[in-house]
């Protein structure tokens, strides 16, 4: 594949980021769902919420089978995206309670191919879910002060 198909299929991901209700549920789950447990996780679910959770995972699960796929390099799908690391960093800590209880052992397995694909990706992430942890403790602060 040329760079300048790859290029066109990175900015057909990003112009998929821009759909509104992708926006919100990308917004919601940066900056609002800061899941410690698979409790957590569930809870948020069944409701509206839970819309916004599946929609993100499965953006970036089909996002990461395209470089899985080799429909884009790796190197230029983490020169041009970060988020990734996010997402699966919030997920990680619960993947294997999620496989186990949904029986289904795939589930998240192109975002865990290509964060073990990228150069450090488990030590990167692990450095994004610190940055997370710190971003909860801030916007409860925040929070705390506004009440």
Request: aromatic content about 10%.
């Amino acid at each position: 594949m040329s760079k300048q198909d790859e290029a066109a299929l990175i900015l057909k991901l990003y112009e998929l980021r821009r759909d509104e209700t992708l926006r919100k549920a990308r917004d919601w789950y940066a900056a609002e769902y800061f899941p410690e447990s698979f409790q957590d996780a569930m809870a948020v679910f069944p409701t509206d919420k839970g819309v916004y959770m599946r929609m993100v995972g499965s953006y970036w699960e089909m996002a990461a089978a395209l470089v899985n796929q080799g429909a884009i390099s790796l190197e230029m799908f983490n020169a041009t995206n970060g988020e990734h690391l996010g997402v699966f960093a919030k997920i990680e800590p619960m993947l294997a309670e999620m496989r186990s209880t949904f029986n289904m052992p795939e589930m998240f397995k192109e975002l865990e191919t290509l964060v073990d694909s990228t150069p450090d990706g488990r030590s990167k992430v692990a450095r994004v879910r610190e940055m997370q942890k710190a971003m909860r403790a801030r916007f409860q602060a925040a929070k705390a002060q506004q009440a």
